[in-house]
């Protein structure tokens, strides 16, 4: 059985090469503006209050020692110690923090430390970033997973030595702990994505034989029946979960997976067309263009410019 979320995942080429510890003493409170990058964090030691602004509400989180938080869209965040609300937009928060070697001092850096977090960007190597984290939740919190808990223990024990090559086990152990988060069932935000529509027993069948198979002449009444419900049903339900229409879904996924294979260049454009649901080179090269801005043979050309100038730099 083909598992969707893996694809996403995969396509996404999540990893964590931005990390630092920070330590806090109550009360203290910081308040972050978008960053523009995807950003997680790992409570070590102790609990705090994590607030994540939303586009007209804020989910407040309460960690604790062992859990993890991924916000893969860059959007606005608050955290503070357990006994202060996070301080909302606009509001002054007053608190001392002191840069240290390898992270930040937050609150009186003389009071006993309450909290150990390890926080830091995160970053998707695929080019189609844009398309795919709309896909996934606002916010994902993962609390009480004996993997995820197994692998925030070796990221603790980690960044408290000074192990030789520390930095890149650190990235290697923050990208398994990206992914596992993502694919766990924990927590996420009430909003429309990938793993909502897979969270319907329904919808995940149309998803699933979507991604199992996507080059099938697929409509929307034979993925309604796929799923088991009417069309009307379907189409409203799929879109309110998943954030797309059926179709819009569909092309999206098509037109990754023939990015991917484009940047591969072990295909020739009328194999991909093929394995994508195009019956001609023509007829791929239309919708290409519209849905990307170029077509794939110019597309492929500007990828291996990009590459060969990253090269040189």
């Known amino acids: 059985m083909v598992d969707p979320l893996a694809e996403v995942v995969g396509l996404l080429q999540p990893a964590a090469p931005f990390s630092k510890l920070v330590l806090a003493s109550a009360p203290w409170a910081v308040r972050r503006t978008e960053t523009g990058r995807p950003f997680y964090f790992v409570v070590l030691e102790g609990a705090c209050r994590l607030s994540i602004d939303g586009p007209s509400y804020s989910d407040t989180i309460t960690l604790n020692e062992g859990d993890f938080v991924l916000i893969p869209a860059p959007l606005a965040f608050a955290t503070s110690s357990p006994d202060r609300e996070p301080p909302r937009e606009g509001e002054a928060t007053n608190t001392l923090i002191t840069p240290m070697p390898a992270g930040a001092r937050v609150g009186d850096p003389q009071a ?53 090559a520390r930095e890149i086990v650190m990235a290697k152990l923050l990208e398994v702990l990206l992914i596992e988060a993502l694919r766990c069932t924990g927590s996420t935000a009430p909003s429309p994505g990938l793993l909502r529509g897979l969270s319907d027993p329904k919808l995940s069948l149309a ?25 009307s049903s379907f189409f409203e339900g799929f879109g309110r979960a998943v954030g797309l ?68 730099l």
């Open 207 to 231: 998803l699933r034989r979507i991604h199992g198979h996507p080059a099938a002449a697929w409509s929307v009444a034979q993925l309604a029946s796929a799923a088991g419900m009417s069309r």
């Open 112 to 164: 006993a430390v309450d909290v150990r977090m390890l926080v830091g960007h995160c970053v998707f190597g695929s080019a189609d970033a844009a398309l795919l984290v709309p896909l996934l939740p606002r916010w994902v919190h993962v609390r009480g997973e004996r993997r995820l808990a197994t692998l925030v223990q070796l990221v603790g024990d980690e960044s408290r030595a000074q192990r030789p």
């Open 245 to 312: 229409p059926p179709m819009e879904y569909l092309l999206t996924w098509r037109m990754a997976l023939a990015k991917q294979m484009l940047r591969q260049r072990e295909l020739a454009i009328s194999e991909i067309a093929e394995r994508v649901g195009y019956s001609s080179v023509s007829a791929f090269g239309v919708a290409f263009t519209r849905h990307v801005g170029m077509p794939p043979g110019r597309y492929s050309a500007s990828e291996d410019e990009r590459a060969n100038a990253e090269i040189e």
